[in-house]
């Protein structure tokens, strides 16, 4: 039988409360309702992360539970240095490649096809325009899956505003500076993507 | 004051306006792929389900043990 929610997490869903200091909580070891709360505060965009790399609502609900179950088992590894949510993100963008290799069912687009984006009408900095707003959901997957891995990372990482520009390099292996670079065509590929799904 | 009935013109034409006043309702502008993103990440929540089976997985599971790097360099706690 599960325990009940609120044994693990203390902080309301959507607390805008600040990061425990990690250094803080490690001096004495973290205390399961001090880990419930990192959960609180990071689980919606885990799950969200999760959700639209991986498409499946019930795939990314597994990947967010085995994300913290891996971070809670790691937590004699994290030394501070990065912050909460930069260090469950690692977690669980190593964890959704793994099992997009495992699963092998995703029809990954190459980069090859930034030809295709360049010299498409849509500039990336125009509005895109939802009229059904309930079907937002859906349309944004489906412009997603469209993307390469590298772009739909980008974007989502970026889309964080607890994110900089530093860290998603960090998150995604490059510099700042090529991180910048390839949003603009992430942001076209997208735009383009997304208008189809219309 | 005498409320006079509508016409089935009328009727029409209220119900289209009606129409159109829902559809601007339920429609959104974003200026950026960021922001559309951020609003759907903030409409979409956390199944309750996963906090409960965490809850199950991590309760037999001994408290989390201290750094190595902090047994390392002997700092307290």
New interface residues.
Partial sequence: M????A???TAP?GTTRSDPAPSET???????SE?GEI?DQH???I??LA??LLGD?QKA?DA??DV??KA??K?????GEASWRTWLYRIAINHCRNLQQTWNERHMVTNADDAVWETAAAP??S????????E??QR?QKAMDGLPEEYRLL??L????QLSYDEVGALTSQSSDAVRGKLHR??KA??VL?KKTA | MKHEKLTPQEQEQLAAAMREQG?QQ?????????D??????L?????????????????P?P????????RLFG???
């Fill in positions: 599960s325990k009940p929610q044994e693990l997490g869903t490690l001096r004495s070891g973290l205390a399961p880990f959960y689980s919606k965009a799950f969200y959700l639209r609502p609900e967010t539970h913290f179950l809670f088992r937590l004699d590894q994290f030394r990336a900095d509005p895109l325009r939802v009229l059904e707003i309930k937002l959901g944004i974007l989502l970026v889309a964080d505003e992430a942001r997208f735009t997304f | 559809a339920t429609s959104i502008e974003f200026t950026s792929v960021e559309m993103l951020r609003h759907d990440a409409h979409t929540p956390v199944p309750p389900a996963v906090a409960a089976r965490l809850a199950q997985s991590i309760g599971l408290p989390p043990a201290r750094s190595w790097w902090r700092r307290s706690g």
